[in-house]
C-alpha cells in the first residue's frame, strides 16, 4: 500500500523559506506523478504542482517563481520548497500521488505550516 | 484557469436521504472530473473519477453523473459516515482545480 508522510517545521517567519518532505513507501517515486496540494483555512483547496517520474515538474503559475519541487531517488523522498512566505501561505500541507486519469489517489495525512512572525 | 463552482456551501440532511452535490467548470472538462470527500482532522479521500467510475472500497450509495460543464455526486440513503466535506476537482486543464467544497451535516 502507497504511504506518505510530510514532515517539516510548522511555524516559518514571513520574508523566508517553507520547506517540506514528503516521504513515500510502497511506491517509487520514479513512477508517476508526485503531487503538492495545499489547504487554507476557511477549505480552499489549491494545487501547487508535481514532479514526475523523470524528474520533470509542472508548478501552478499562481506560484510564480516562489515554488520548486525536487526529489532525491535514493531516499524516495521529495521536498517542497516555497520561498518569500507570507501570512496567505498559513495551511495544511499534502503531498499526494495521482494516477493517470483518476486524479488524487493517495493523500499523506497533512501539516499544518503556520506563517508568523 | 478553469473554475469550479459547488453551489452549496452547505446543507443540513436527514439520515436516509438521498443526497445531490453539484458542481459546474467554467468550461467543458471532458468528464475529468474527481470527487473527494473529507472529515475532520484526515485528508481528502478519492471517491469518484472521470466522473462516474466509482473507486474501489467505495460504497455504492455514492455515484457520479454529468458531462461538459455539469456534473453531480449522489448519495442515496445517507449513512452518519458520509458526514464531511466533499470538493469536485477538474483534472482536463492544468492548473488542476477544485470546487469550494459543499459540507454535510446531520439534522
Known amino acids: 500500500e502507497v504511504h506518505l508522510q510530510e514532515s517539516g517545521p510548522s511555524l516559518v517567519k514571513p520574508s523566508q523559506t517553507l520547506s517540506l518532505t514528503c516521504s513515500v513507501t510502497?511506491?517509487?517515486?520514479?513512477?508517476?506523478?508526485w503531487n503538492w496540494i495545499r489547504k487554507f483555512p476557511g477549505n480552499k483547496l489549491e494545487y501547487m504542482g508535481y514532479?514526475?517520474?523523470?524528474?520533470?515538474?509542472y508548478y501552478n503559475p499562481s506560484l510564480k517563481s516562489r515554488i520548486s519541487i525536487t526529489r532525491d531517488t535514493s531516499k524516495n523522498q521529495y521536498y517542497l520548497q516555497l520561498n518569500s512566505v507570507t501570512t496567505e501561505d498559513t495551511a495544511t500541507y499534502y503531498c499526494?500521488?495521482?494516477?493517470?486519469?483518476?486524479?488524487?489517489?493517495?493523500w499523506g495525512q497533512g501539516t499544518l505550516v503556520t506563517v508568523s512572525a | 484557469d478553469i473554475q469550479m463552482t459547488q453551489s452549496s456551501s452547505s446543507f443540513s440532511v436527514s439520515l436516509g436521504d438521498r443526497v445531490t452535490i453539484t458542481c459546474k467548470a467554467s468550461?467543458?472538462?471532458?468528464?475529468?472530473l474527481a470527487w473527494y470527500q473529507q472529515k475532520p482532522g484526515n485528508a481528502p479521500r478519492l471517491l469518484i473519477s472521470?466522473?462516474?467510475s466509482l473507486e474501489t472500497g467505495v460504497p455504492s450509495r455514492f455515484s457520479g453523473s454529468g458531462s461538459g460543464k455539469d456534473y453531480t455526486l449522489s448519495i442515496t440513503s445517507l449513512q452518519t459516515e458520509d458526514v464531511g466535506t466533499y470538493y469536485c476537482q477538474q483534472y482536463w486543464s492544468n492548473p488542476w482545480t477544485f470546487g469550494g467544497g459543499t459540507k454535510l451535516e446531520i439534522k
Open positions: 510502497g511506491d517509487s517515486i520514479t513512477s508517476g506523478y
Open positions: 468550461e467543458d472538462i471532458y468528464n475529468r
Open positions: 514532479i514526475s517520474y523523470s524528474g520533470s515538474t
Open positions: 472521470g466522473a462516474t
Open positions: 499526494v500521488r495521482s494516477l493517470h486519469g483518476r486524479g488524487f489517489a493517495y
